[in-house]
Structure formats: C-alpha cells, structure tokens
C-alpha cells in the first residue's frame, strides 16, 4: 500500500543484451510486466526495422488464426479454455512449426470447402434439375389431358386482371386462336422468386408478347453453396418459335441470373433422366456427408489448440515488437535498450534477465545500468482489484505527478461518503448493495464471459465502489431515518402529542414545536427521530436546517484535508518558500474564516437550547439568553463579520454575541485573513525576484575574476549564467493561482451545499413515488384492491429502481466526482504526468481478447 499514497521510485536504465539472449530475456520481462522500454530509433520507419519481417510472420500467423476461428465459430464448435497457467512465449525455432502447423490447417481447411462448395453446387444444380422435371412432368400431363384451354394459356400476364392463377402464369400470344402445338421451341430453368415479376415483365416486353410462360414456386428452401443462406426460387419454362426469339430469351435469363437446364421433350426422356438425376443426389448426399464430418474433424482438432495458440503468436509478436524498439551497437552483436523500471523491483528484474539468459543458452551476461536523466519519470502506482476503480476516477482527472500525493487512498472513503449524503436512503442503498455485492460475488464468472457491452463494463469496472456507496447510503439512510420514504420506530420518538380530537378535526396541518411539552427534552439515541415524517408543515425546514449545515461541515473538513495534503508535497519536494508564503496563509485563510464558521454551528447547537421565554417565564433573564429565543442566525452572523459590524435586529434580553468577546475576536481573523491574500500574492515573486538578483551578482563577480585571469593568462572563458524564470511571468502566474484560491475558497464552500440540494431532492422524489402510487394501492380494499396493489406495486418499483436508484444515483455520482476533482484536489493536485505503461503480457492479452473478439 506504500505506493499508493505516493507514486513509486522510477529509475531509468541502460539495458545490453546479447542478440541470441535478447529474446528470451525481453519474454521472461514481458511475463513479468514491471518494464516500460524507450523507443531510440524514433526517425525510422516501421518498415525499416532490424525484426519487421519475424513481426510479419506473427502477423500473417495471426491472420491464419483468424481465419480458423471464423470457420470454427461457424461450424458452433466450442473453444476450449486455457487450462492452468497461460502459455509461454516458444522460442524462436518454434515459429517454423507453428507455421507449419497453421499452413497445414489453413489449407486443409479451405480445400474441404472449395470441395465441399463444389459438392453443394452439384447438388443444387441437380436439386433444381429434379423440381424442372417434376413440375415440367405436371405441365405436360394438364396440356394432354386438355386441363388449358387455348384462351386461358393465353392470357396476358401484364394484365389488369387481380385475380391472376397462382400456380402459373401465361405470356399470351399475339393470336389467342394460335395453339400450343404451334411452339416448338422451349427452355427451362429456375430463378430467384423475388426476380420473378421483373423477369416475366422483362419477356413481355422484348418479346412483344410473342412467348408462353408457365412457372411454379419450389416449396423447400434452397441453401446457397457460397453463403450457406437459404434462398426461395422459382421453375419456370418458356415457349416460343424461331431463333431470334431464342436468342433474345437467353440473354434474358442471363441478364437475370436464371439457370436454364436441359428438359428432354419425351416423357420416356424426362421420367429416365429424373431417375439418374435422384441417383445422382443420393450419392452426391453421401459424399457431403462425408466432406463436412471430415471438415468437423479438422476444425475439432484445432479448437482444442487455438486459444492456446492465438496467446503463443500475439507474444512473440509483442516481443519482436519491443525488441524493434532497441539499438544495435557497432559488432551487431549486442543490443542496447533504454527502460523506466520501478526502483524497489530492480532485483526481480535482475534475476528475470539472468532466467531469459540461461534459457537461450548464452555465456554472456546481461547488463542493468541505472542512468541520470532530468526527464521526469512516468507514474506508477501499484493497485489491486480493489483499489484500481477508484485510481481510475483520479486517472480520469490527470495523471498525478511524479510522486506527488495520490488522492486515492482518501478517496476510497471519502467517496462513498460524500455520494451517501446526498443519495440517503436505506431502501435505495440496498439495492445498490445488493446489486454491487453480486457483481463482486460473480466476480470471475462474469469476467469468463467477455461482455462486450461498453455500459455493463463501466458498472462491472466499478462494482467496489457501487459496494461501498450502497453500503454508506445504507447508513446515511439509518441517520436521516429514511427507507423508501418512510421511517424507522426502533427506540420510540421523543414527542408526546397533547391534542383532543377537535383539535384535530378542526386542524388540517399540526406542527411540532420544541418550544412545548410535547418535547421531552430527550434527543432520539440514532438518526433523526421518526416523528418528523409526520410533521408536514415544518418537517422540510427542519431537515433544510439539519443538512445544509452538516453539509458546510463536511465541506470545510474536506477543503481544510486537501489544503493539509499540499503540505507533504513541499515537504518532500523540499519547497521551504512555499510552506510559507502558500501553505500556512492558505490554511489560514480557510480556518480563520471558514472554519470558525463551523465553530459558530457547534457553539449554537451546544449553547441555546429549543424553549423560548414563554417556557421558562419572565423571572428567569439568564436562562431566556441560553433559549432558542435568542439563538442568532449563523449567516447574519458571518456576513457582520465580515462587514465589522453587529445585529441591529437583536431581540430585546437577548446578548448581541454568543460568548464573550467573540466581536474583538471576529475583527482579528477577518484582519489576519485579509493580510494573508498580499503574502500568497506577493511574497513567492518576490523571493524568487530576489534569488535572481543573488545570482545574478554571484554571476557578474565571477566573469569579473575569469576576465582578470584571462588577461594575465591571454584566454576568457566565459561564465554561464543559470535559466531564470521571467520575472512578469511569475507574478502573473502567482495572481491567477491566489484569486482562484481566495474566490474558490467561498464558491467551494457554496458548492458543498449540493451535499444538502441533492439529498432534499432524493428524498421528495421518494416521497413523491410512494404517495402517488404505492400508498394508493395500499388503500385499496377487496379482492380488486389486491390486483391494484400488484400493478401499482410493479410501477413503484421500476420508478424506484429506474429513477430513484439508477438516474439519482448517476447525478450524485456526477456530483460526488466534481467536488473530488474541483473542491478537493485543486488544493494540492497537480496532475501533470503521465503513466507508467509496462511491456507486459497480460495487459497485451487482455486487450486483445486471446483470440475471442
């Protein structure tokens, strides 16, 4: 957990590796993942590279894979998971047999489907040629037995005529008196059923009429041999007299991919070919059958192997990849790398290099050099599952600075917490609970199964922090006292009603009043008491009361805690000057102004009780002062603070302050608190000013000392003066960073009241629901009531989880974040790094799918 307050130690390094070494040493780092090397030959191109062809094989490997995988999918052939641990990256010298192995398969593979493409044709084509027998067979037959008369084999088919015959359909001749007999000439064959009407269209009009056309749909479906899709067609047979018309049908089945197919005009002809034709099918079947067991086979085989595969090819391509990234010294024999690795994990990283090495059989050790840079190192910080959710939400607003304060240790709880203020409910957070608790408890199920959906992997990604916010809003819940809009009597309300029944009759709205005897001075032990759901008429003002201030509280806390983590940043970066001229008058400023506010609250709640001088009688003065009757409005209070001045509205036997010398005091921190806005302004300029100036002189004397040397000598050499910042530049950056402090530490504190916005907003809408649906159905009675309840109970609940869970909880996860990145670590967050991203295996892998995407 060390790192995750503060990023790791980064160190740059010099790595040489022997060229038979490289390999393995780079795959045993891969495995290891703590490594994130430098690319040095930037200006060259990607095709120029020392590995671009072992890259290529890996591809085209890759590609194979692919290939076999679709045709598994096709086939519904389940792939087997990887068993144990995940393969390692072969040796180089394996690569040969994996191509091998993939060549092998791909071209078995596509062979079984040219043959099996060619198989399916044969037996479409022969399919159809069967179905162009029968129905010409049924044609023939109606024509002898004189089921057409001549009228009828003529009708036109571009008619007007609605009610045409659905089995087959006449192009007419221009003389309805010309017979059949009269047609030598005739072709068949089939045609896509949806092409149908165009093709008919199409003979009618190049025709001129002067053809006969008969057609009938084939019932079963086809199955296409190139797609494998199931296509509807048609029979059709033409006839017509002379070439020319002959000519010109045929090139218009052509133009409509119709098949034509040779139909004997004997019966005895057609009935011998239809015989041979069905011999043909069944042994067209068989040899199929055999085709696609043969090629399940295959495809069985390499099932069992391919995931197994795919991680073996995708890690030798990361590795030839990387290893493109390294020079080559003069002898090319040894390759040079440049690394960030963390420095805690220098050692581990030594003896993988020694693993790789002894693996490849090298004699040559490989050698680890730490290297001075001044380039800033990336940022690492170590997490686990459970902490990488809420280290993405910091990611999300910048990469932290190299090892400055990481605000997601804090933010695991303060999260949760400022997202169950406003989201309070017991009922709701339950819900939520429950749903992250699944999500937690499913854990690697739900990772097996790979869901590609982008709005269910943002909820899985998240599902600690669902957890943990349904858990705290089950708490805030219990402390408002608030389930589903409703309350919880567990230790008996503190109020005593004192009302006959004409008081309530006559009574629409009764209010409770702490000023009475209704009020038995006992606060209820846990939470709000459960009394005030019934107090309608002062229950909202109570509870605006109640959590606007609490959420000024948290507020301050909060901004006071981020104002306190900057100071761990200039202690470790060793920026004495900014401890003092920013960290103590910022903290200042918010204390002597903001959180002395916060001590008005409690100093109120503590000191002046609920009775009013009715209570307690005129004889008692003292005790008048100490009552609610007295009690000072803590806003009036801080805008005469800040104006020096006091309450001319004061009660009479009332004291103008709440405790003794609080105006002389109030004056003081508004003085201090003013005169810590010059020191952040001016004080860190003018230091740096200052400090220019001193080198500048230190500079001036020694040019002056080098000149008198030269002269005795006969050579100057010329001092170089350090980089100074520009002085303007300075102040204006100084100016901008104190004006947002000083008005952002108002508008911030303004901007914690959404804690007090949004939790009134939950809570009348959960009102809202239940009176205007579930208390409803409640009240109904009979047996009819019990129905109604069911529907109303089914649309309480899907506004509840809809509305009330889902959306709410999105605008207060929306909030929640805003106040963490705006209000809490613009106190001390810079953001400005980027991050550590190690060659590593198992991201690669991860990314990639291992071959299921």
């Known amino acids: 957990m060390g790192s995750l307050f503060r990023s790791e130690e980064m160190t740059l390094c010099q790595l040489f590796l022997q060229s038979e070494a490289a390999y393995a040493c780079v795959s045993e780092l891969g495995e290891l993942g703590l490594v994130q090397f430098r690319d040095l030959n930037p200006d060259v191109n990607a095709f120029q590279r020392k590995f671009v062809n072992e890259v290529r094989r890996c591809d085209e490997m890759e590609r194979k894979l692919r290939y076999l995988e679709k045709e598994i999918r096709k086939d519904s052939i389940p792939m087997l998971e990887i068993p144990g641990e995940c393969p390692e990256a072969p040796q180089p010298r394996e690569m040969i047999d994996l191509e091998a192995t993939f060549e092998k398969l791909e071209n078995e593979c596509r062979e079984v489907n040219q043959n099996a493409e060619a198989l399916k044709r044969n037996y479409l084509e022969l399919t ?9 067979q049924v044609f023939f037959d109606e024509h002898e037995g004189g089921a057409n008369t001549t009228e009828s084999m003529t009708r036109a088919l571009i008619s007007d005529d609605p009610n045409r015959h659905m089995g087959h359909v006449q192009l007419g001749l221009r003389d309805k008196q010309e017979s059949l007999e009269f047609l030598p000439c005739f072709v068949a064959g089939v045609i896509l059923r949806e092409r149908l009407p165009a093709f008919e269209r199409m003979l009618w009009r190049a025709c001129r009429g002067n053809v006969f056309l008969r057609q009938a749909p084939i019932d079963t479906a086809l199955e296409d041999p190139s797609s494998s899709d199931e296509v509807y067609k048609s029979v059709f047979i033409i006839f017509f007299q002379g070439d020319q018309l002959k000519t010109r049908v045929k090139k218009i089945c052509e133009g409509f991919r119709a098949t034509l197919y040779p139909c004997p005009e004997s019966p005895a002809d057609r009935r011998e070919m ?15 059958q055999q085709t696609n067991d043969h090629r399940h ?109 990481n605000p997601a240790p804090y933010t695991i709880i303060t999260f949760p917490f400022l997202f169950a203020v406003m989201f309070g409910d017991l009922g709701h957070g339950a819900i939520m609970a429950a749903f992250g608790f699944w999500m937690c408890y499913k854990e690697k199920p ?117 104002v306190s983590l900057s100071l761990w940043n200039y202690m470790y970066f060793k920026k004495r000057i900014s401890i003092y001229v920013e960290f103590i008058p910022q903290i200042l400023f918010l204390v002597l102004l903001f959180f002395y506010m916060v001590l008005l609250m409690f100093i109120k709640w503590t000191t002046y009780g609920s009775s009013g001088p009715d209570h307690f009688g005129s004889q008692e003065p003292e005790i008048v002062k100490t009552s609610g009757y007295c009690a000072p409005s803590i806003l009036i209070t801080f805008i005469n603070m800040m104006l020096f001045k006091t309450d001319p509205n004061t009660r009479p036997q009332c004291d103008v302050a709440m405790f003794g010398g609080q105006m002389v005091i109030q004056k003081i921190f508004v003085i201090l608190a003013l005169c810590c806005v010059p020191v952040m302004l001016f004080m860190k300029p003018y230091y740096i000013m200052k400090e220019q100036k001193k080198r500048a002189t230190q500079g001036h004397q020694t040019i002056e000392g080098a000149a ?31 004006i947002e402090y000083v008005l952002g530490s108002i508008s911030h504190t303004a901007s914690y009241l959404r804690l007090w916005a949004l939790s009134l907003a939950h809570a009348q809408l959960a009102e809202v629901a239940w009176n205007m649906l579930l208390r409803k159905g409640l009240k109904s009675m009979g047996y009819e009531g019990g129905i109604i309840l069911y529907v109303v109970f089914a649309g309480w609940a899907a506004i509840s989880v809809a509305i009330l869970v889902l959306m709410e909880g999105l605008s207060a996860f929306l909030h929640t974040l805003r106040l963490h990145w705006v209000e809490f670590q613009s106190k001390f967050y810079q953001g400005e790094g980027y991050l550590f991203q190690p060659f590593s295996f198992e991201v690669i892998l991860d990314s990639a799918g291992t071959g299921e995407e």
């Open 128 to 136: 159809e040629l069967k179905h162009i027998l029968r129905k010409t």
């Open 274 to 288: 239809a015989m041979g034709v069905m011999t043909r099918i069944e042994d067209l079947h068989t040899v199929l």
């Open 297 to 405: 086979r295959v495809l069985v085989a390499a099932a069992k192997n391919i995931k197994n595969w795919f991680v073996k090819v995708r890690k030798i391509k990361a590795i030839y990849h990387t290893l493109n990234l390294f020079n080559l010294d003069v002898t090319q024999k040894c390759l040079i790398a440049e690394c960030w690795v963390p420095a805690l994990d220098l050692e581990t990283i030594q003896l993988a290099l020694r693993r790789g090495t002894e693996r490849s059989g090298s004699s040559v050790p490989p050698i680890l050099n730490r290297m001075e840079t001044l380039e800033d190192p990336p940022t690492y910080n170590r997490t686990n599952k459970f902490t990488n959710a809420f280290q993405n939400l910091i990611y999300a607003y910048g990469v932290a600075t190299y090892r400055e304060v």
């Open 446 to 562: 739900l990772q097996a199964k790979k869901i590609d959906s982008e709005i269910w992997n943002i909820f899985f990604g998240g599902r600690y922090i669902i957890l943990l916010m349904g858990l705290f809003s089950m708490y805030t819940g219990l402390m408002y006292n608030d389930i589903f809009s409703k309350s919880l009597n567990i230790f008996g309300s503190s109020w005593r009603q004192n009302y006959n029944q004409s008081t309530l009759e006559t009574n629409r709205l009764l209010q409770l009043n702490p000023d009475s005897y209704d009020y038995i001075q006992k606060p209820y032990p846990f939470g709000i008491d459960p009394v005030w759901q019934l107090a309608e008429a002062n229950k909202i003002i109570f509870m605006n009361a109640y959590k606007m201030k609490i959420s000024i509280i948290i507020g301050v806390f909060h901004m006071l805690f981020g």
């Open 708 to 738: 008198e040397n030269g002269a005795a000598g006969g050579a100057v050499v010329p001092a170089q003066a350090p980089h100074d910042e520009d002085i303007t530049e300075v102040f204006i950056h100084q100016a901008i960073h104190t």
